[in-house]
């Protein structure tokens, strides 16, 4: 098979049609069909199975492609390799990232970031620790922004930075005379914590402090969890960092005796893949 067909590959999966992708790659629909053809023909097997809405991949074609986006992965670093011995640092990077980063953190990350690769055209896709990972394995992104994993060994993790977890509470509660909140002052208390699937440091420190018994909610949305808190539904723990980038009026926070944190880092299935990775080592730094 050639490049022109594994992009082709990659675009007909991305887009769910033969027509759509070939829109996209420059093709009609009827060669876009004739080359996915030829490519099943050398690998012997269908890669596509057409559905009401279009195409999907056949349980081959998935196998296939985390090694056709690895395929394409390794020739964008070898086309932004030769840009970069010809002087123009020309390329583009797709990141993963948790909400609460892509609004308070990344901001200023990506500034610096274009200050020093101008040519670098960047894509953001925002989502929770799970989605992001699964991203990554899938190549669907070049790095993650993300909580250090806890199980994910295949993973690389270069530390960034260190979030304290706070409690969140309504402005006029009885938590708001401490100065730092004892874990004993959060027994009898009712909570309303991020999915898991978003933010498992939270979580994992309810857990820790005995309490995940007392959850009465779980959302998906930082801003949904406050406005819960903020009515009284139940407190919270959440990253200090989610906080930056939303309205607390009627709330107040305070941080844990234990100062509990969360990690955040760039996440990659190998430093190898990313030609920027100076950059990242820099802002660890």
Known sequence: MNLQQIRLFEAVVEEGTFTHAGEREGYTQS???????????????PVFVKTHHGVTLTKSGEILLPYIRKILSDVQRLEAEVDNLHGLQEGSLKIGTHISCSVCWLPEIMRTFQDRYPGISLAIMEGGQRQIIDDLRARRVDVGLISRPERDVDIRFLKLMEDPLVVVFPENDRLSTYEEIPPEALADRKFVMSDIQFDSDAGRELERLGLTNRVVLTLRNDTAITSMVRAGIGISILPKLVLEGIDMTGLAFSELTTHPVRTLGVGMLSEDDVFCKPFFHKIAK
Do not use: N, P, S
């Not at 876009?32 to 050398?42: G, S, Y």
């Open 31 to 45: 060669r876009v069909t004739q080359m996915m053809k030829a490519l099943e023909d050398e690998v012997g097997f």
